[in-house]
C-alpha cells in the first residue's frame, strides 16, 4: 500500500496533463473527473497487470469509457436538475495550470454545446475534433468499429448544427477592460452603457443546481439580460463580496467571493466586441475546485 501512495503521487503531474482533461471534458464535471482519474490510477496499480505493454494508452483507454459510463449515470440524474444543469468551471489561468492543461481543457461555450450530445457521441468529437485521434484510434479505444466512429461524428455535428470552432487562446486586455467597464456601469446603473456591450441576440443562463436560487429559465436580449445583471450585482451581492477578473475555460470570467471561498462565477463569451453568452455558475458544488488554488 505504501508502494503505491509512492506511485500516485509520483503520478500526480502526469495525471494533470494526461488523464484529467480527458475525464473532464467527456462529464463536465470537474470534481467527478478528478474522482474518476484517481480511481482508475489506484485500481491500476493495486492490480499491477503485467500483461499492459503501454500503461500511457492503457491508462487513457480506461479513463476515456469510465468517463463515458459516467456521463451516460450523469444523464439519467440530470432528468430531474432543477434548471439549467452548466458544467462545472476550472481556472486556465498561468498561474494555476501549465500550458498543456491549458490547451487541453475546453473553451466553456464549446462544453456546454457539447451537452446536446450522448456521452458516445460526444466522447468521439472530443476524440476526432480536439484531440485529432484518428478513426481507427477512436474504434479501438472504445471498441466499435471505424464504420461506427465515422457515424457518431457525422451525428454530433448534425446535432451541433453550428460552427463549433471556439478560439482556445488567452482573452487579451481589451475584453478584461469591457468586463471591467460592464460592472462599472452595471455598480453606477447605467443600463444604457451596458447594452451596448451585449450583443442583440446576448443570452445568459443560470445553474444553482438545488442549493442556490438562480434563474431556471434562459433569458435572451439587452433589456432582459441587461436588467438581471443589475439586480444579481445589487440585490443578490454581499457587501463582503471581493470580485477577481480571470480566465476560466479560455473565457474572460469574473469571480466573486465571500469569507475566501468563491459563491458565483460569471464566464462570458465575447465576439466582435459584444457579449454574445454569459454562462452563471452559483451551485456551490461546481465552484469546489475555483476555491482550491
Known amino acids: 500500500m505504501q508502494q503505491t501512495t509512492k506511485n500516485l503521487n509520483r503520478l500526480l503531474p502526469y495525471f494533470k496533463t494526461r488523464l484529467f482533461p480527458y475525464a473532464y471534458n467527456i462529464i463536465g464535471d470537474s470534481m467527478a473527473a478528478e474522482d474518476l482519474v484517481h480511481d482508475v490510477l489506484n485500481r491500476y496499480f493495486i492490480e499491477t497487470p503485467s500483461h499492459i505493454q503501454k500503461p500511457e494508452s492503457y491508462l487513457t483507454r480506461a479513463v476515456i469509457n469510465n468517463a463515458i459510463n459516467y456521463k451516460n449515470l450523469l444523464r439519467t440524474k440530470l432528468e430531474s436538475y432543477p434548471g439549467h444543469w452548466l458544467p462545472s468551471p476550472v481556472l486556465t489561468e498561468d498561474v494555476i495550470y501549465k500550458r498543456a492543461d491549458q490547451e487541453e481543457i475546453l473553451n466553456y461555450s464549446l462544453l456546454v454545446l457539447l451537452e446536446k ?107 432582459r439580460v441587461s436588467r438581471f445583471l443589475q439586480a444579481i450585482y445589487g440585490k443578490y451581492l454581499p457587501d463582503s463580496t471581493h470580485m477577481e477578473f480571470t480566465q476560466i475555460n479560455h473565457l474572460p470570467a469574473i469571480t466573486f467571493s465571500a469569507d475566501g471561498s468563491v459563491f458565483r462565477c460569471m464566464m462570458f463569451y465575447i465576439q466582435n466586441g459584444k457579449i454574445e453568452n454569459i454562462f452563471i455558475v452559483v451551485n456551490p458544488d461546481k465552484l469546489q475546485k475555483l476555491n482550491i488554488h
Open 117 to 223: 450530445l450522448n456521452a458516445k457521441e460526444r466522447a468521439v468529437f472530443i476524440l476526432k475534433e480536439t484531440y485529432e485521434y484518428s478513426h481507427e484510434e477512436i474504434a479501438t479505444i472504445l471498441e466499435i468499429n471505424t464504420v461506427h466512429s465515422r457515424q457518431l461524428l457525422k451525428r454530433s455535428k448534425e446535432k451541433l448544427n453550428r460552427n463549433i470552432e471556439f478560439d482556445q487562446s488567452d482573452y487579451d486586455s481589451d475584453q478584461k477592460r469591457m468586463l471591467e467597464q460592464l460592472t462599472e456601469a452595471i455598480l453606477n446603473n447605467n443600463l444604457e452603457k451596458v447594452k451596448n456591450v451585449l450583443a442583440e441576440d446576448v443570452k445568459t443562463i443560470s445553474d444553482g443546481g438545488e442549493k442556490v436560487s438562480a434563474a431556471r429559465k434562459m433569458l435572451i436580449g439587452p433589456d
